[in-house]
């Protein structure tokens, strides 16, 4: 059977056009952005209105830029009437109906479910208004046109202008994704004002989210027994006999009762169990539609899928801390996707689409007990598999990426934003040397040149004008013990490996090091941050490509 959960889109043999709810998925299961309208009670019963038209015979061929619902309304855009036609014939069939009830299905569990509990901090504060949708991040056109709103000219001299700039400054890919490369006509005739064209600006395909790497919490609720049992609202289900009920466990969070239950029968052998919500309500599920339980923990794992549900709990440790210097706080993976460009780009690593970067990062101390932004690792799977295709004559296999030439540099700007945002003393990352030997000699040519010359050459043209030197910052890094992210806090072991322990906090976590334990300072690359290069950088931003317009 067809469902959502294993299949993200659909196609059909011999048709132009197919179905997709790959970004749908990725809103409400991965936190994405949502790029469609509000999912209400009504809404929800349409999935047309979610459901994204691709080209081709592959769920992952591009986007249109049009909904199942558009198609209906007629609104084809660019579409030939004929392929649109086909496409709403072909959802007749039955595969595709079910396919449909599943999504509709998945909206309605989403617009059910509450929120999610334990979600990081953002990467960044909330926009500023930046055409790109992150917080300090600007585009030299759109700032070039701006000073310029008020001036006239015919467009052809506009677009001639346009391309010189390209020669002061200005990335050609800026301009391919700012929708002025390809500017045919502009209402009205005469003279084309700058204002028209800053109009006209639509950046919407370069648009970024930064998503924490967040899963699902194996353990949903933490029941301790009741010693003292409080009174607790129950509301009780018409019943033939009379039910007798005793909280015994109950999760102080969340508030879920554990409930054991006796019938008022003399026959009963064996006393019942149930989970409650905190409004005192029956958790039920369709296999078990009464909620009467043979055993605590099987009340319990009801309860706990009950949570899942409606508020799930979530965990940030990541996927690959295993592949990191231990002993950092806060450690995190962030992925930089692009969920408006409108082809698709998988990896394997990430079950999201289009990710254009991968960082990893934690905050720890120097030598003289500043706080420092490490980062663990910066990667563009993409931009690597787009430029390893070009090389080997097959570039057309792999959709190009925005920032194909120039994502280590948006990296280096992301981290100083996010550097700056959580009041850091500095910003590290590794050598390449510790690349070379965390990945086992791998690729050891690329990490040399993207670790120890293009990443210092990036820091050292952003930070020229402020006169801040690219520069070895000393960290601390554990010697004879290693601390790892956990589901929930930290996990500490000795030199051999030995758990010493879990903890909730960071502090916790360091009272549980042995006595003999100790750490090395390791010279890694940095840029110091003061707080007036922080207020700096948090007020001026970066380009996001290039270094502006001369």
């Given at each position: 059977m067809w469902t959502i959960e294993k299949t993200r889109g659909i196609t059909f043999r011999g048709a132009k056009l197919g179905l997709s709810a790959a970004r749908l998925w990725e809103h409400t299961q991965r936190r994405q952005i949502n790029p469609f309208a509000p999912i209400t009670r009504q809404t929800a019963q349409n999935p047309g209105l979610y459901l994204d038209v691709t080209e081709g015979e592959s769920p992952l061929q591009p986007l249109t830029g049009l909904t199942l619902q558009d198609l209906r309304d007629k609104r084809y855009a660019h579409l030939n009437p004929s392929d649109a036609a086909h496409l709403l014939h072909n959802i007749q069939c039955r595969e595709c109906r079910q396919w449909m009830a599943s999504v509709q299905a998945h909206l309605e569990a989403a617009r059910q479910e509450q929120a999610a509990r334990n979600r990081p901090t953002p990467f960044l504060p909330a926009g500023d208004g930046s055409p790109l949708g992150v917080a300090g991040l600007k585009c030299a056109l759109q700032i070039w046109l701006h000073s310029r709103r008020d001036e006239k000219a015919p467009l052809a001299q506009w677009m001639n202008r346009l391309r010189k700039l390209t020669q002061q400054g200005l990335r050609g890919n800026e301009l391919d994704l700012s929708g002025l490369s390809s500017v045919g006509a502009l209402p009205g005739e005469g003279p084309v004002t700058g204002e028209s064209l800053l109009q006209h600006l639509d950046y919407r395909k370069a648009r970024l989210s930064i998503l924490p790497v967040v899963q699902t919490a194996r353990?949903?609720?933490?029941?301790?027994?009741?010693?003292?049992?409080?009174?607790?609202?129950?509301?009780?289900?018409?019943?033939?006999k009379p039910l007798r009920a005793h909280p015994v466990y109950r999760d102080p969070i969340m508030g879920y009762w554990i409930d054991q239950i006796a019938w008022e029968d003399l026959f009963l052998d064996q006393p019942g169990w149930r989970a409650l919500t905190c409004r005192g309500q029956v958790v039920t599920s369709p296999a078990n539609p009464t909620g009467i339980c043979r055993s605590a923990e099987e009340a319990m794992t009801l309860a706990s899928a009950h949570a899942h549900t409606v508020l799930p709990k979530l965990t940030a440790q990541g996927k690959w801390s295993r592949y990191s210097i231990s002993g950092g706080e806060h450690y995190r993976e962030w992925l930089v996707t692009l969920p408006h460009y409108r082809f698709g780009h998988y990896n394997p690593h990430f079950p999201h689409r289009n990710v254009l970067l991968h960082l990893r990062c934690d905050i720890r101390g120097d030598e003289d007990g500043h706080r420092i932004l490490l980062m663990q690792e910066a990667q563009s799977d993409w931009a690597q598999a787009f430029q390893r295709a070009g090389r080997a004559g097959d570039a057309n296999s792999i959709p190009a990426?925005?920032?194909?030439?120039?994502?280590?540099?948006?990296?280096?700007?992301?981290?100083?934003?996010?550097?700056?945002?959580?009041?850091?003393?500095?910003?590290?990352?590794?050598?390449?040397?510790?690349?070379?030997?965390?990945?086992?000699?791998?690729?050891?040519?690329?990490?040399?040149?993207?670790?120890?010359?293009?990443?210092?050459?990036?820091?050292?043209?952003?930070?020229?004008k402020h006169q801040v030197p690219c520069q070895p910052i000393r960290v601390r890094v554990p010697d004879n013990f290693t601390i790892r992210p956990a589901e929930f806090g930290y996990e500490v072991f000795d030199e051999e490996g030995h758990s010493l322990g879990a903890a909730t906090s960071w502090e916790e976590a360091r009272s549980l090091l042995p006595d003999d334990a100790h750490e090395q300072v390791v010279s890694m690359h940095g840029i110091g941050l003061d707080r007036n290069l922080r207020e700096v950088i948090m007020e001026e931003g970066f380009y996001a490509w290039g270094h502006g317009i001369l």
């Open positions: 353990r949903q609720l933490d029941f301790v027994q009741v010693t003292n049992t409080p009174p607790a609202r129950r509301i009780e289900p018409r019943r033939r990426p925005p920032w194909a030439q120039e994502w280590p540099a948006l990296a280096l700007k992301l981290m100083l934003l996010h550097a700056a945002s959580r009041n850091v003393d500095g910003l590290a990352w590794t050598t390449g040397a510790m690349q070379v030997r965390r990945y086992g000699g791998r690729g050891q040519k690329w990490l040399h040149r993207l670790y120890d010359e293009m990443l210092p050459h990036e820091a050292q043209k952003l930070l020229r």
